[in-house]
């Protein structure tokens, strides 16, 4: 095989090849793509989570702010609180003067299909000491001076 004839052979193997790096850059870049959009999907429902602690905590605050008043009331400012962060009340209980709430919120996106974020929380006083009164924990505060 003559030097003119070997060039000729890879001309041709290599005309066959064009545009092949191309076709691998856009797989790359559409594998990259889809890695993106499952961990934005995933960061949803880890949003969807905190979301609903966050609810369930601040409905048990309201909550135990209305335990004076009753069950009823107190789980009424519960699920006002609830409804107004868009998320559903699913228990409310009053013990005492501790308050029980349950919330779920649902995940956007993908993940909405497997269900929903639930999250509980409990509000009132701390527990009680060996005298029966509530212990009140204060730590001091550093003012500088």
Known sequence: ????????RRDRLAAGEDGSATVIGVGLLVAVLALLAGCLQAGSAIVARHHAESAADL?????????????????????RVADR?????????????????????????LFE??????????????PPDQSGFVAHRRRAVDTGR
């Not at 409905?59 to 107190?74: I, K, Y």
């Open 1 to 8: 095989m003559s030097g003119v004839e070997g060039g000729r």
């Open 59 to 79: 409905a048990a605050l309201a909550s135990a702010a209305e335990a004076v008043a009753g069950p009823e009331a107190a789980c009424r400012a519960a699920r």
């Open 85 to 109: 962060m868009a998320t559903a009340l699913t228990a409310c209980r009053l013990d005492g003067w501790d308050v029980f709430v349950s919330v779920e919120a649902p995940p956007g996106g």
């Open 113 to 126: 299909r497997f269900g929903v974020a639930r999250a509980s929380a409990r509000a009132g006083p701390g």
